[in-house]
């Protein structure tokens, strides 16, 4: 399909050339690599999700910019993978900018949803609703300045976390740590502890959803140098108890599904993991790990930094662009309303929780 300079494709009808110009514009970004925005990560979801497109925008024979979606129902247009992927948009190069609009139309889509907007995203940022902080562990000058920084600013986490892996390591077997495990098993573990996470939280389960978990079980399969799925596992005895699934480029770890054995709780094996992540990480020359958005206890206690990220949508005149702002719209200013108010998001959490118990056999 084609419309004027751009061409809309499936992912797996992109041309190695095409790659090639689309891993280029990531390359000579002024933003951090991240493995979400690489043209591996659209191919995956392409693989889950029938919906998936590609808008290539074209100077000439050149394709010059990318913008992967997915298209649903009545034209209604999203960042692909929305929901999960952590870091969305276009790839552009710096210039002129192209008429978004234009390119909405090219697409056959009337809106452009997005909930994990890169920062740098000229094109779309003013059309965002809310601005959401990210957090980031800089590691960028080795694990040891970070350790350093922790000191400084959070002594008793860090004193606390360290003094706890060593008690593990007594009382439960020796402590191991594996950057990149290749086991399968242990990524079915991980994905038995997050569901079950999510359903004692009262959330929704993501793995319930056919769709996501073929999309992890693929994205683990892929080794990509720019996406890589790495699944970090921390033993104890021979015994996992607490693993992360993310993707990583050369420069960038995207911290994704991170889970723990609740048996083990009181040593908090989450935290020493999410340690050692950044001590590996930093060894093979990754100089920085993000968190995602989403505020957090253990985000506040790791994290050297933000970033912003922006949720909202592009529409142009339509119905679909009606049933877009129906559909959100609404939820979004409940949400933004209840998390304006600590006291009536802490109620809210205590509630879910207690639902979610109720519903336990």
């Known amino acids: 399909m084609s419309s004027g300079r751009t061409r809309v494709l499936r992912p797996e009808e992109l041309g ?4 090639e110009r689309w891993r280029e514009l990531r ?3 002024d933003t951090p690599r991240n493995p979400f925005m690489e043209p ?5 979801v392409g693989r889950v999700r029938p919906s998936a497109r590609v808008a290539v925008v074209y100077e000439g024979a050149e394709p010059v910019g990318f913008l992967p979606y997915e298209r649903g129902p009545w034209g209604q247009g999203r960042a692909i993978g929305l929901g999960v992927s952590d870091c969305q948009g276009a790839i552009l190069p710096p210039g002129p900018a192209v008429d978004v609009r234009e390119l909405l139309r090219a697409c056959s889509v009337s809106s452009f949803a997005f909930d994990n907007l890169e920062a740098a995203q000229g094109l779309f940022v003013p059309y965002a609703a809310e601005e959401h902080a990210t957090y980031v562990i800089d590691v960028e000058k080795g694990y040891e300045t970070y350790e350093s920084v922790l000191r400084t600013q959070s002594p008793k986490f860090l004193k606390t976390t360290l003094a706890k892996e060593r008690r593990l390591g007594r009382q439960a077997g020796p402590v191991r740590f594996v950057f990149d495990e290749r086991d399968p098993a242990a990524l ?9 996470q999510y359903r004692r939280t009262g959330r929704r389960d993501r793995f319930a959803q056919e769709w996501i978990a073929r999309l992890v079980a693929r994205l683990a399969e892929t080794r990509a140098a720019q996406c890589t799925g790495t699944l970090s596992v921390l033993y104890a005895g021979g015994r996992p108890v607490a693993a992360h699934f993310g993707l990583r480029s050369a420069t ?5 599904f991170p889970a723990y054995d ?12 999410h340690l050692r992540m950044a001590e590996a990480a930093a060894a093979e020359g990754v100089g920085l790990l993000d968190m995602g958005r989403g505020p957090a206890e253990y985000k506040d206690s790791l994290k050297t930094g933000e970033l912003a990220v922006y949720e909202g949508a592009v529409t142009r005149p339509g119905t ?7 559909s959100r719209e609404p939820v979004r200013r409940a949400y933004g309303f209840v998390r304006a108010r600590p006291r009536l998001a802490s109620l809210a959490s205590r509630t879910l929780k207690g639902a979610a118990r109720l519903r336990r056999p």
Request: proline residues 4%.
């Open 16 to 19: 190695e050339g095409e790659r």
């Open 27 to 29: 390359a000579t970004a």
């Open 188 to 196: 079915r573990t991980l994905m038995e502890w997050k569901s079950a």
């Open 262 to 273: 609740p048996e083990f709780a009181k040593y908090s094996p989450g935290l020493v993991l």
């Open 252 to 256: 960038v770890l995207a911290c994704w």
């Open 320 to 326: 679909g662009a009606a049933l877009h702002w129906l």
């Open 40 to 44: 591996e990560f659209t191919t995956v």
